[in-house]
């Protein structure tokens, strides 16, 4: 490489490492923006009532009847709420999400989604930046998978929400948990730009690594759905059974959707992304078979890679058994999830073996 190819791929390195600290900045406002959602969303006992009796999206309006004996006043029916619950579960409606229904929580609500896409963009670009720093896919280690999965998250979120999805309620758990992604990255994960290892110069760097980043950004929404499904869950069965729950907690989880809304966003996640993570193992095990002759060695990250396969597996096979829908459900879900974490930071970190060699 000549000296002056080596200043323009340093210069580019430069420009990524200044768009990822620019990306934080703005997501830290889009934090704020969030914060500001919940807190002006907190609506009264008239607003709740009212949206109580607004019908979910796509279901006929509430019917009002009236009726009255000669001259006499009308009186009005209470209107049947309609909800999406799903058979056999609480017939409880979806919430009206962070902005409770209120004007200026919608307003704050619209800036910090805004925000929150001008830090995707500003993000994607410090990663476009540093695959140009270093004329390869930008995922060769730690740093370089995180600020790429961190993207990947936060552009499947922006997907859904303009597919008119209902997922606004998982803005602010996403910019926080970026925020400490990248804090992580930069702080203790970052690597100097560099060439990879001649096993790693291959087309299916490209397409394994790729894939499973996919793969773990939108098990993450999953696992964040499911976690919300649990304390909603706990919110419904105490007000089932005659409890009242703290102030911030009804204040917060009654304008979040309905138990059986959350725990079917999860399922559905979770069982769209589960054969692009069965490809992801066969890519890699075709890849090892490439760079070391043997398509299975019983690496720690391959011996992980499957834990997570199987984990997820029985999850969606324990989901469409009776016995196991909700709760235990969720917490096999939370359990797969916990072991693709492990598999990038325990295994990356504590473990090693061939897929130690590109070092954090």
Not at 59 to 82: H, M, N, S
Request: overall charge positive; charged content about 15%; proline content about 3%.
């Amino acid at each position: 490489m000549t000296p002056l190819a080596a200043a323009a791929n340093e210069n580019l390195a430069q420009i990524s490492n200044y768009l990822i600290y620019s990306s934080m900045a703005v997501y830290t406002l889009a934090f704020f923006a969030h914060i500001a959602e919940w807190t002006f969303g907190s609506r009264s006992k008239v607003a709740r009532t009212a949206a109580a009796l607004t019908p979910a999206k796509g279901a006929a309006a509430p019917a009002v009847q009236v009726r009255g004996k000669g001259g006499a006043t009308a009186v009005l029916d209470k209107p049947k709420i309609v909800t999406r619950s799903a058979a056999g579960t609480r017939d409880v409606p979806d919430g009206p999400g962070a902005a409770g229904g209120t004007e200026r929580g919608d307003l704050y609500g619209r800036i910090a989604v805004s925000l929150t896409a001008l830090a995707f963009l500003v993000e994607a670009g410090g990663v476009v930046a540093r695959a140009m720093s270093v004329q390869r896919a930008p995922w060769g280690n730690m740093y370089e998978f995180s600020i790429t999965f961190s993207t990947v998250a936060v552009g499947a979120y922006l997907v859904l929400l303009a597919l008119k999805k209902n997922v606004r309620w998982l803005g602010l758990i996403l910019v926080t948990t970026v925020l400490l992604d990248l804090g992580i990255a930069v702080t203790w994960l970052y690597t100097d730009s560099d060439q990879l290892v001649p096993a790693l110069h291959s087309y299916w760097l490209w397409i394994h690594v790729s894939t499973a980043i996919f793969c773990g950004a939108v098990f993450y929404l999953g696992a964040a759905g499911t976690v919300l499904y649990l304390f909603r869950d706990s919110y419904e069965s105490k007000l089932a059974g005659g409890g009242k729950p703290g102030r911030f907690a009804t204040s917060v989880l009654e304008r979040m959707p309905s138990a059986a809304s959350l725990d079917k966003f999860s399922y559905r996640i979770n069982a769209a992304v589960f054969p692009l993570w069965t490809f992801t193992i066969i890519a890699g095990a075709i890849w090892a078979g490439d760079a070391w002759g043997r398509y299975w060695g019983w690496d720690p990250k391959e011996v992980w890679s499957f834990v997570t396969w199987v984990a997820y597996a029985c999850y969606l096979h324990a989901r469409a058994t009776a016995g196991w829908k909700g709760r235990k459900a969720a917490y096999l879900a939370l359990f797969a999830f916990a072991c693709w974490i492990w598999n990038y930071y325990g295994v990356n970190i504590l473990l090693s073996g061939k897929h130690s060699y590109a070092g954090v």
